[in-house]
């Protein structure tokens, strides 16, 4: 197993706790839960975690200059980097959760609140299996309709040329979005049990 | 499609796990790490941790505890007792907590349930609500003065939700520990109040009573405490049962799905054909 050195972003509202358990089980001994430029300019492979409401998220990762060193290190350095849930939907260009805000814009697109048909209750919160579009690289360990966790009120508008997976709950929603060295999923991996961290091996295995 | 869930609580007190019995006689069972782990591999979908003593006390939460339980969960993590301000729940969110889970704060300090909202977002906020039947109808109970208030379960899930709780954990006080299956009255009079997601709580003693809630209500996920504790894979075996007439998600390395299961819900042996079969299969160890 390659030691990668592994950052995950801390931006004061992430359970960025809960993730570095996962990548610890799985062996990595190189991780660092951090916000100090020079250890994610370091880093082999960055992760963005989320937890929290896309405004105040942002607001965080501009307040500490996390916006234009992760920019710099994903876009001209094309360092790999995995958003999770807030942390995928940061990367769109904008959102409409508790007024428009802007994003990180990386990804084309926007965040949409969920707009069900009736009985289907907000947020999305659970168990739902993700037909996978593209296996390569984060779900080639999973089996096809596996179960991921969910919970979420928003989600990720895009083209459908980014989108490698989705769910169905009443309507189809953007489950995993991937373009060339940015990958984000709208679930939580690290409380996936045995396919969020078969999805880290596979990730970490393509870098 | 999104499956229905199955959670467990765990409630601690004085740092370790027991089972509760009508809301006053607790019986222990063993350190809230070791609890988690099992009830992880074992495939629970969710986890529900409350510290019963931390609020009676006045303390703050016990993180040091929580680090440890959550070390081993990867299954979402919601954790319970003694929140009372925001920097509490900042701090359970760097111990591994994925929501958070208000009781009395949401009784007496609404704005609370508003501000977690806003900042960690709706889904990290859960209301839990112990309901008592009182005549022909239910009230909340007060754990800690131990008395019944004036407001109605449905009518506090209400206010919950127009606060911003994403989830309400309802749990019946008459029902606790009695191994006697849910409330499924006070469960519907809530789920026919509000639009989140519900989680059923209070009496379960196996899988029929979790097929009865699902049947019967609207419920998203059906918890239990006490019958998970004391059989080997309880959690996988109870779900191969549900499997058959409800939608959950059986992903565990060993999933009885192929198994008969008896009227009281435990499994039934395998012919000693098969047993002696068995006795030269290799099974591989799961690789991830």
Redesign the interface.
């Known amino acids: 197993m390659k030691q990668l050195k592994i950052v995950i972003i801390d931006y ?7 993730v570095s ?2 990548i610890k ?2 062996g990595y001994k190189q991780l660092k839960i951090s916000d100090n430029e020079q250890t994610i300019k370091e880093a082999d492979v960055l992760i963005l975690p989320g ?3 896309f405004d ?1 998220c942002m607001k965080n990762l501009k307040d500490s200059h996390l916006d234009t060193i992760l920019g710099e290190q994903v876009l001209e350095n094309k360092k790999p980097i995995l958003g999770i849930c ?1 942390g995928m939907q940061m990367m769109a260009e904008f959102s409409e959760e ?1 007024g428009i805000h802007q994003g990180l814009n990386w990804i084309h697109g926007m965040v949409k609140k969920l707009d069900l048909p009736k009985n289907f ?9 993700v037909t996978i579009e593209h296996n390569e690289p984060i779900f080639s ?1 999973n089996d096809e309709n ?2 991921f ?5 928003y989600y990720f508008h895009c083209n459908e040329e980014y989108v490698s997976a989705w769910c ?2 009443g309507v189809k929603i953007t489950a995993a979005v991937q373009q060339d060295n940015i990958f984000g999923v709208q679930f ?1 991996p ?9 999805l880290f ?1 596979s990730f970490f295995n393509s870098i | 499609m999104l499956k229905k869930r199955i959670a467990a609580t765990l409630l601690v007190k004085d740092g370790i796990v027991v089972q509760s019995i009508g809301f006053n006689k607790y019986l222990p069972v063993g350190k809230p790490a070791i609890a988690v782990e099992y009830l992880n591999q074992w495939g629970i979908d969710e986890i529900i941790l409350l510290d019963i003593s931390a609020t009676c006390k006045q303390i703050s939460p016990d993180y040091s505890m929580i680090k440890k339980a959550s070390l081993k969960c990867y299954v979402p993590l919601s954790v319970g007792g003694g929140i009372t301000e925001v920097r509490h729940i900042r701090e359970l969110m760097h111990c591994g907590a994925d929501k958070l889970s208000l009781n009395q704060s949401a009784i007496f300090n609404t704005d609370l349930i508003s501000e977690a909202a806003h900042i960690f977002g709706n889904q990290c906020v859960v209301v839990s609500i112990d309901g008592v039947k009182v005549g022909n109808g239910y009230c909340v109970y007060d754990y800690i003065k131990k008395t019944n208030l004036k407001i109605s379960p449905a009518e506090m899930a209400s206010k919950a939700e127009e606060a911003g709780a994403g989830e309400i954990l309802i749990n019946s006080v008459d029902r606790d520990g009695m191994y006697s299956g849910y409330d499924i009255e006070l469960i519907n009079s809530v789920c026919e109040k509000v639009t989140i997601p519900v989680i059923g709580c209070g009496g379960a003693k196996n899988a029929k009573d979790m097929i009865d809630l699902f049947q019967n209500t609207s419920v998203s996920a059906a918890c239990a405490g006490n019958f998970f504790h004391f059989t080997e894979h309880s959690v996988n075996v109870t779900k191969a049962s549900i499997l058959k007439s409800i939608n959950v998600r059986l992903e565990t390395y060993a999933n009885y799905k192929e198994n008969n299961i008896n009227e009281d819900f435990r499994l039934s042996k395998k012919a000693d054909s098969v047993l002696e079969e068995m006795l030269f299969m290799r099974i591989e160890k799961e690789v991830i």
């Not at chain 1, 690290?190 to 078969?198: F, Y």
Request: charged share 15%; with cysteine; aromatic share 8%.
């Open positions: 004061g509202v992430g359970n960025t706790h809960s358990n996962a089980h799985l937890v929290g409401a105040e807030v508790n209750a907000v947020p999305h919160v659970g168990w739902n299996n360990r596996c179960n966790y969910f919970d979420h009120s169905d709950y939580h690290e409380k996936s049990q045995t396919n969020g961290l078969k091996r």
